[in-house]
Every structure is written in structure tokens, then in C-alpha cells.
């Protein structure tokens, strides 16, 4: 009875929920500083969940991701700086679909290794628009480029939404997180989540089921991948800067930390570990020079004692089976077919 009451198909989403509720009610009562400290959170929730849809949901460990955010918010920088263009409904259509465009060239390659190989690939491709981006003048070289304009979207002379305005953007980040991970959540649901469960769980089964394993692959690391130039839209949106750094093997590190960190596979443990990965950054930044090494020795302790995550303990260990480190029965098998973030 208590597994049943625990099960993450009910807990996770009402964890969210009370996170989601949280973060939207925060600015009625936090300091500035820390609004704009949770905007931050908002923005790297959502480029973490983009990821654990592949490494969560698809099993497919990429050391490339930051490159779609990057890419992104590079598309919006330019835009607005070079351009002119300060719309919107042109800005966002544009970097989702340059970060859906090199998603689309980078895992096509991708998927048809596994393993190392699949990892070693997407670090080798991200790094290559890292230096693409950071080897050409154009796009400002190491120094990156600043925008001062930020996007408007405006319907016959009439402004919805003007992303200067801090509040403004701080609830159409949360509003684009909420939608992102109902969106995520629905999809898993779907038959089309159900056959990627099964490529994650045996492909080779599932292949024999007819089901064409890179093409499901594929089309999750699209989708990934647009969601990730979300990510990098709001961060232009928000900081009004982008630079090589963000398309780093070392920041898609960072955000695969924060995923193991929150809990994979669960959707809202990828914002968890963002919020508490900042806050815990903010906080002993204060009381120490050597904050990495307390940050490191962290991380560390949560893979070695909670290897579902800091979700775990929210959850008293509600999750799949197969995050919890042993091999499913036949009935878990058949729970499990439905239950994720």
C-alpha cells in the first residue's frame, strides 16, 4: 500500500507542482537580487529537463547539449544586435529552428553509435560549434555578444510582452517551464513515449517489434534539442549576453551534473538540481574561496548515497526500477510502462 500511495506517476507531478507554485509566488516576497537569481533557475530547469529527456527517458549520455542552447541565443544576439529585429514572433521561431536544425544534423550522426561512442561524438560535434562561433569574428569571437534591446512581442500596436521588464520575463521564463514539463510529461504518455521507454530498455527488442529505433532516437533528440534553444533564447532574453562559454563540453557537464543531481528520468528532479545547485553555489561562494571543492565534494556525496537524486528524498525513493539500480520484475515491468516526472 505505501509503494502504491509513493508512486511516482502521482508523486513527481505534484512535487512539481509545489515547486512550480513556489518559484511563481517567490517574487511577491524575495529580494531583488534573488528574483533575478530564480530567473536564472528557471532558465537552466528548463535546459536541464531538455536533457533529461535523452538521458532520463532515452538513455543517450550527450556531452554536446549546451551546443543548441548556444547556438540559440547566438541566432537571438545577432538578430537583435545586427538586425534590428526585436520581435518576438520572429526572434523565437528563428532560434528554435536553427537549434532544432543543428539537433537534426548532430543526432543524425549520433544515433547510430552507442555507448562511449555516442558520447564521445556529441562532445567531439558540440565542440566544433564551439569553435565555431568562437573562431569567427562575426559572432564577436571570445568576447562574445552584448545586446541592450530585448524581445517584444507586440499584436497590432498593442505590447503583450516586453522581456526588459524583469517581471515580464521572469513569469514568461516560468510560464515556458510549466509548458515545457506538461508538455514532456504528455509526450512520455504518448504511444511515442512508451516505444522510447522500450529502445531504452532493449532496442534490439524493440527494433524487432517494428519499431525503427533511430528514427524514435532521432526525433527525441530534436526534440530535445529545441527545447534546449529555448533555454538559450530566454537566456539571451534575460542576461543580454552570450559568449563561446555557453556552448562549452563544460557547461552540457554542468547541466548533465544537475540532471544526475535532481533525479534522472523524472522531469522535475533537473530543476530541483538547478535550484539547489545555485543556491548552494550563492551561499558557500560567501564563506569560502575554495566553493568548487565543497560544490564537488557535494555532487559527490548525492551520486554516492542518493543515486535517484535529491528527488529521493522527497519522494522517500519513489521511482522506476531501473533508477534505483536493480533490474525490474515482470509486474514493476508493467507498472513502470507509465511512470515518470
Not at 11 to 24: D, I
Not at 75 to 83: D, R
Amino acid at each position: 500500500m505505501m509503494s502504491r500511495a509513493l508512486s511516482p506517476t502521482v508523486v513527481l507531478p505534484l512535487l512539481f507542482v509545489v515547486v512550480a507554485v513556489g518559484l511563481a509566488l517567490y517574487p511577491l516576497v524575495g529580494e531583488t537580487f534573488y528574483v533575478r537569481l530564480m530567473a536564472k533557475i528557471i532558465v537552466l530547469g528548463i535546459l536541464a529537463m531538455s536533457l533529461d529527456l535523452l538521458v532520463g527517458y532515452t538513455g543517450l549520455v550527450s556531452l554536446g547539449h549546451a551546443a543548441f542552447s548556444g547556438a540559440a541565443g547566438y541566432i537571438t544576439a545577432t538578430l537583435i544586435l545586427k538586425a534590428g529585429v526585436t520581435d518576438m514572433a520572429l526572434l523565437l521561431p528563428a532560434s528554435l529552428a536553427v537549434s532544432a536544425l543543428l539537433a537534426l544534423v548532430i543526432g543524425w550522426i549520433s544515433v547510430r553509435t552507442s555507448g562511449i561512442y555516442f558520447i564521445m561524438i556529441t562532445l567531439a560535434l558540440g565542440q566544433m560549434t564551439y569553435l565555431f562561433f568562437h573562431d569567427v569574428s562575426y559572432w564577436g569571437g571570445t568576447d562574445g555578444i552584448s545586446v541592450w534591446d530585448k524581445p517584444v512581442l507586440a499584436v497590432g500596436g498593442w505590447t503583450l510582452l516586453e522581456l526588459s521588464d524583469r517581471m515580464v520575463f521572469y513569469y514568461t521564463a516560468w510560464a515556458c517551464l510549466v509548458a515545457v514539463y506538461v508538455g514532456l510529461w504528455l509526450l512520455m504518455r504518448a504511444p511515442f513515449g512508451q516505444i522510447v521507454r522500450g529502445v531504452r530498455i532493449n532496442p534490439g527488442r524493440t527494433q524487432a517489434l517494428g519499431h525503427d529505433v533511430h528514427r524514435h532516437q532521432l526525433a527525441v533528440f530534436v526534440i530535445a534539442g529545441t527545447i534546449a534553444g529555448l533555454a538559450g533564447f530566454l537566456e539571451v532574453a534575460r542576461s543580454g549576453f552570450m559568449s563561446p562559454a555557453h556552448l562549452g563540453w563544460h557547461e552540457s557537464a554542468m547541466v548533465l551534473i544537475i540532471v544526475i543531481l535532481g533525479g534522472m528520468g523524472t522531469l522535475v528532479g533537473p530543476v530541483i538540481g538547478a535550484l539547489t545547485l545555485v543556491l548552494l553555489e550563492d551561499w558557500v561562494a560567501d564563506l569560502t574561496s575554495h566553493w568548487k571543492l565543497i560544490i564537488g565534494l557535494f555532487v559527490i556525496a548525492v551520486v554516492l548515497f542518493l543515486p535517484n537524486g535529491l528527488v529521493s528524498l522527497l519522494t522517500r525513493g519513489a521511482g522506476p526500477s531501473w533508477l534505483r539500480g536493480r533490474r525490474a520484475t515482470p509486474a514493476e515491468a508493467q507498472a513502470e510502462g507509465g511512470d515518470d516526472g
